[in-house]
């Protein structure tokens, strides 16, 4: 083997080095791949450095994002959130390090959105329990501020109070009305369904008194 074929194969070993690296962000995993120790790892990605055919960073945040990007991104709530726990300066570097290694930006943040939800649905469900507020009672939930800052983050992100009451499996309401009046109208309307099914069959008719006929 000629010197230039080293060259060449060793060339070829070091991208390879690089490329683990990046996907692992440790010169540990790196090595106990190859049964190299972490220093040799090392020594290979610097030759590679100054030989102009790697980019190799001690450290290097773009490496360590790209090896834990699965496990940010499954509970990150934003781009600024996951770019905060890669240790990036803010969502717009988080957005061009998907834009690079190729990660669908779209699908990306349908996926924060969903965690957001989930995180503020919990979040709200905690509070409630801790205050003792049940049925979503707008009233009780006004009256106590930690409460109303989590309620009305979860209300504008689902669109409304019926959307908080379904995804928290809550039954649909009349909303003109308060708990009281809701209750008073069920009451009325229980009501004008026993009169109107008295014995005998017999109806009432408006503006006839009871009992009487033409």
Not at 28 to 44: F, K, N
Not at 76 to 89: E, I, K, N, P, V
Not at 160 to 178: H, Q, Y
């Amino acid at each position: 083997m000629t010197q230039e074929e080293r060259r060449v194969r060793r060339v070829a070993h070091v991208k390879e080095l690089a490329r683990l690296y990046c996907e692992t962000g440790r010169l540990a995993s790196v090595g106990a791949r190859y049964g190299i120790t972490r220093q040799a790892v090392s020594l290979h990605l610097r030759w590679g450095r100054r030989l102009g055919v790697i980019q190799y960073r001690p450290r290097e945040r773009r490496c360590q994002a790209v090896a834990r990007l699965s496990e940010i991104l499954e509970s990150a709530t934003s781009l600024r959130d996951a770019a905060r726990r890669a240790g990036y300066s803010g969502g717009w570097a988080m957005r061009e390090l998907l834009r690079q290694i190729g990660v669908s930006i779209p699908e990306v943040l349908a996926r924060m959105e969903a965690n957001r939800r989930a995180a503020l649905l919990a979040e709200l469900t905690r509070r409630l329990e801790e205050y003792g507020i049940r049925d979503v009672n707008t009233y009780q939930i006004s009256r106590v501020e930690p409460v109303r800052i989590v309620y009305e983050r979860v209300r504008r992100l689902l669109g409304g109070v019926r959307g908080v009451r379904r995804a928290l499996g809550l039954p649909d309401v009349d909303l003109r009305f308060g708990p009281r009046r809701r209750a008073r109208a069920a009451r009325g309307r229980e009501h004008a369904t026993t009169d109107k099914r008295r014995p005998g069959g017999d109806s009432v008719s408006a503006g006839s008194p009871a009992g009487l006929s033409g």
